[in-house]
């Protein structure tokens, strides 16, 4: 529910009037006492009493009440009241000013004080009924996002701890199914989202706790084992999903402990060790290659590392690392490239980061303390394919933060926080861009946060709470360039905050509980622009689901530090101009449109602080169309922008929720993904006509010219922007899935255009080409292997057009690295180009970056020299070097949906590039040693940041940190201020939208 902020002018005053005010029935203890006795049913809200020469303010401020329970009522700004200085009117009736959240027997209020907040809270209200119930417990820090939902365990009173799920709202958030029903509940855990499915544990009274699976609906929960039958539990946990193979530990009475594998079918449990005992499998790790690793317990051997496939014969010991029956005990196995890293126990050693690459066999204990005492590594975080931190003792530095590389197998000490032999990092680190941040203790300051920059080392986010106590901080959570943290500032309870990873951008986010005994604020999940926060009460059990709007932006927190506005989703209008998303105070993230001179809003769609958060943007016919657009917690109808005014097309009776735009002929196609009215629609962006194409919702579309494509499940169909020239092309064994245009048609040349299907359960893709005809749809190349978010084939930064050819970077079925592979739509012409397979080569760090006249530039990355660029034509013989010593263009660290791409203009590439002596700055290439230049330095001296390019018209754009210390703002760099290259040139046009 949306709490109401109170009206300005209602401060502190001289005068005391009275506003509607909560009255407790009765009180227990003597008169001053901070003991309240309350019945079952209470309203409440602000309560303004008289306090010497001023009245006391209310202010943001939980307070607990219960069903014949007393609590202890703190405060400091609050008097105590006797019952004769309220007026008599409002001593009987209910105050109805403020709704409570009713959790269990537990009443949670809110109010909000003067204080101006960045963001409203608001409460979650499990239980909306008026019955008191005795538990209280509404949250048990046991959930997962699924599907844009988040799932976990609640307790309403009624159904015992049950599977809810929440949308980040009071009306979306409910119980999912009672299991089991009666006031006992499930109490499901141990979540896995793997294969479009959550995976959890559940009880149930008549077969114990087995495994469930659900697609998110009531129907489609159901419990897929039953390894202990009856009421026994098989207790299973540790679930890994690998190869279409769920692998968890289960316990059963005939072998104990043990480890089980559901093939989507039926669950068998693989017996290590004959017998009752079992081996206790735990820490289920996917590996480099199919299957999982795990710590096992085996009689005669102890505690150690194994490997299953999910077979009885492919699941063995690894290596008895501290031989005999004493425990190596292997802990926090974790995957980085084609080697797994983790900490175990070495006899002579001691507890030591230990190194296995499956490939070759090798198993490296390093040492990082001399002697025996062992540096205890710990937290081993996965920073990208190619790196981990973790924090470790050296034993003359206390435990800090390391790093470790596989590709140059270097491990270095990152920190040493506190100067000498204490702790210095403490906490679980979370990965926020190109920066580790975690807590750290300097004796003057205590436990603050830091964050370590890979490009300028570690810095303090603040001092928090001043003094040697330190602010406590702890439960990060890094989503979309912002780190949401818990911490304790003040005489009051904790608080919750959020930084962009430096010290100015670091603030309170909501105050949930200034005053009260209600912790306020532990980041738990994101969910639809939702940060959901958990707020705890004195005895540690969760009062609320509480929910609060996104920070997207920081305010001016000083003259000093100028704000951002984040601008992002941008599309290019082809003549040097771009359209995005960007961000003001005043008018949230909003359309705005820039043509290398300015940049203006193009119209507050939601007005207010409220956001319309257009997602995609298609120019076409001097029109922009858009979609995404927000119209509160939904998507709303397209939008076309003519340069003037915006209006907004209707698709359907209902928000038709579009998504996708492609421009055929005269029309613009999107998709429609309402329920019920999923369809292809064609839109006259000049007359704002609509016409439906399709009856299903597609897969993905393309426009080429006058002909459009798009997928449907194992059709293939094509279009003219008509319904009557809408037609299927062609059909396959298995499902389309992505599509890109070579060439378009034209009156002498056919459409050139590549394909992707992927196959079930192998989950392996296939490359086709269509000419827009029924016998010229084929398959070129088959069994490339799907790699998490390389799934994609057909998308930068592993795939780029140039002169009609596709260069992409994949990995074949069964390969162990990926390669180059070039394409011009016909078997013969489609060949791979490169030959990686070796320990020279880094796996998977292969990548497209752009495409100039005659081929393309590329990035691979070599076990000796590290990432470096190249230049291909297409051909085995022609790969050239362009810069030796270039440190990359993908940074590390990289989120998956940023790719940062080079901007092709003129026959060009202009890209960030990554030198030791210059940091991240802008280079262009026209494919040869001698044309590849830096270009002036934006930012002299600092490490500047890698930049996502797209090109427009001789422009190149981008979203970055300005010269003179702006914030994240729109750039344009004009590619002809640049002949000269590094000895001339500037940046044009540093537009910030935040005035």
């Known amino acids: 529910m949306q709490l109401p902020r109170r009206p300005a002018g209602r401060g502190v005053s ?199 699976v659900t697609d998110g609906t009531p129907e489609n929960t159901e419990r897929i084992t039953d390894l202990a039958p009856g009421a026994a539990s098989s207790s299973p946990s540790d679930l890994a999903w690998d190869g279409g193979l769920l692998f968890f530990a289960a316990t059963t009475l005939a072998k104990g402990r043990e480890l089980a ?145 596989r590709v140059t197998g270097a491990i270095e000490r990152r920190t040493d926080i506190d100067g000498g032999a204490a702790n210095g990092v403490g906490g679980f680190p979370q990965v926020l861009g190109n920066k580790v941040c975690f807590s750290g203790w300097q004796p003057a300051t205590g436990w603050e946060p830091w964050c370590y920059d890979v490009l300028a080392g570690a810095r303090p986010l603040g001092d928090l709470e001043s003094g040697t106590d330190g602010s406590s901080p702890s439960s990060y959570l890094a989503v979309d360039g912002w780190l949401y943290f818990h911490a304790y500032s003040g005489p009051t309870w904790g608080k919750l905050w959020r930084s962009d990873g430096t010290a100015a951008g670091t603030e309170v986010m909501n105050d949930f509980d200034p005053d009260s005994t209600l912790d306020s604020g532990r980041p738990l999940a994101w969910v639809d622009e939702t940060l959901l926060v958990q707020l705890s009460g004195v005895d540690g059990r969760t ?66 602080e409220q956001s319309s958060w257009p997602r995609t943007y298609l120019v076409h016919r001097d029109r922009t169309a858009m979609v995404g657009v927000e119209q509160g917690s939904i998507a709303g109808e397209p939008y076309v922008w003519d340069g003037a005014s915006v209006q907004q097309i209707n698709l359907s009776a209902g928000d038709s929720e579009p998504w996708g735009l492609a421009a055929v002929g005269d029309r613009v196609l999107t998709a429609s993904s309402e329920f019920d009215e999923e369809a292809l629609w064609a839109i006259d962006p000049v007359t704002s006509t609509t016409e439906q194409l399709t009856t299903d919702r597609p897969g993905r579309f393309v426009g080429a010219g006058a002909l459009g494509l798009f997928a449907q499940g194992f059709e293939l169909w094509k279009t003219d922007g008509t319904a009557v020239g809408t037609e299927l092309l062609a059909t396959a064994p298995e499902r389309f899935r992505e599509l890109a245009v070579l060439t378009e048609p034209t009156e002498t040349s056919a459409l050139s255009a590549l394909l992707t299907t992927e196959t079930f359960p192998e989950d392996l893709i296939e490359l086709w080409h269509t000419d827009g005809t029924t016998t010229g749809t084929q398959m070129l190349l088959g069994s490339f292997a799907a790699l998490g978010f390389a799934e994609d084939l057909l998308v930068p930064p592993w795939f780029a057009v140039s002169g009609g050819l596709g260069l992409l970077a994949a990995r074949l079925e069964g390969a162990t690295h990926r390669e180059l592979f070039v394409t011009d739509g016909t078997v013969a012409g489609t060949q791979q180009i490169t030959q990686r397979a070796s320990d020279d080569f880094v796996p998977e760090e292969l990548f497209v970056i752009g495409a100039v006249d005659g081929g393309w530039i590329y990035q691979d990355w070599h076990q000796e020299s590290g990432p470096e660029i190249w230049f291909t034509d297409g051909t085995i013989t022609e790969i050239v070097e362009l810069v030796p010593g270039v440190l990359g263009s993908r940074p590390v660290g990289l989120d998956d949906d940023a790719p940062y791409r080079g901007a092709t203009i003129d026959g060009e590439l202009v890209f960030s590039a990554y030198t030791e002596d210059r940091g991240y700055e802008l280079w262009r290439s026209d494919g040869t040693a001698s044309g590849t230049v830096p270009l002036r330095e934006l930012r002299p001296g600092e490490a500047g940041e890698p930049l996502d390019l797209i090109a427009s018209g001789g422009r190149a754009w981008a979203a970055g940190h300005g010269p003179d210390g702006e914030g994240r703002e729109l750039v344009v760099y004009e590619l002809a201020l640049f002949e000269d290259g590094f000895e001339s040139g500037d940046t044009n046009a540093w537009s910030s939208v935040v005035p």
Request: charged share 25%.
């Open 543 to 608: 009062y609320a689901l509480a929910e609060t709007s996104r920070p997207r932006v920081w305010s001016m927190l000083s003259e000093e530090v100028l704000s951002s506005s984040l601008p992002r989703y941008m599309a290019s209008d082809g003549d040097g101009g771009v359209r995005f998303t960007a961000y003001r105070p005043h008018e949230g993230n909003e359309p705005w449109t820039a043509d290398g001179e300015s940049a203006r809003l193009i119209e507050d769609l939601v007005p207010g």
């Open 261 to 405: 594998v559901w093939d989507g079918s039926e669950a068998t449990v693989l017996e290590l060790q004959p017998g009752v005992e079992g081996v206790d499998p735990v820490g289920m790790t996917v590996g480099p290659a199919r299957g999982v690793f795990f710590s096992a317990y085996l009689e005669g051997v102890g505690r150690e590392l194994f490997f299953s496939n999910g077979t009885s014969g492919g699941t063995d010991l690894v290596a008895d690392i501290f031989f005999g029956e004493n425990d190596s005990d292997p802990e926090e196995i974790t995957l980085v490239s084609d080697e797994i890293v983790f900490s175990a126990r070495d006899e002579s050693l001691g507890r030591e980061l230990v190194r296995y690459r499956p490939s070759t066999g090798v198993l490296t204990v390093e040492d990082l303390r001399d002697g025996a005492g062992g540096s205890f590594p710990k937290r081993i975080t996965p920073f990208s394919d190619v790196q981990v931190f973790f924090i470790a003792n050296d034993g003359s530095a206390g435990e800090e933060l390391w790093d470790y590389l």
């Open 14 to 212: 001289s005068g005391c009037s009275w506003t509607r005010s909560y009255v407790p029935p009765r009180r227990a203890g003597a008169p001053g006492s901070r003991w309240w006795f309350v019945s079952d049913e209470v309203w409440a809200s602000r309560l303004r009493v008289s306090h010497g020469e001023r009245c006391q303010n209310d202010a943001l401020r939980p307070v607990p009440f219960g069903s014949g329970r007393a609590f202890p009522f703190r405060s400091r700004r609050f008097p105590e009241v006797s019952e004769s200085r309220i007026p008599k009117d409002l001593r009987r009736r209910p105050n109805t000013l403020l709704r409570v959240a009713v959790l269990g027997a537990l009443v949670t209020l809110i109010v909000v004080g003067e204080a101006q907040l960045l963001a409203n809270p608001r409460v979650i209200d499990l239980n909306p009924t008026e019955e008191p119930f005795s538990p209280f417990l509404a949250y048990d820090g046991d959930g997962v996002v699924y599907r844009g939902l988040y799932y976990f365990l609640g307790n309403d009173g009624r159904h015992g701890e049950e599977l809810w799920v929440s949308d980040g709202t009071e009306e979306g958030t409910r119980l999912l199914r009672d299991l089991d029903p009666g006031p006992v509940g499930s109490a499901p855990r141990d979540f896995l989202v793997a294969d479009g499915l959550l995976f959890f544990s559940a009880t149930d009274s008549a077969h114990g706790r087995e495994l469930w």
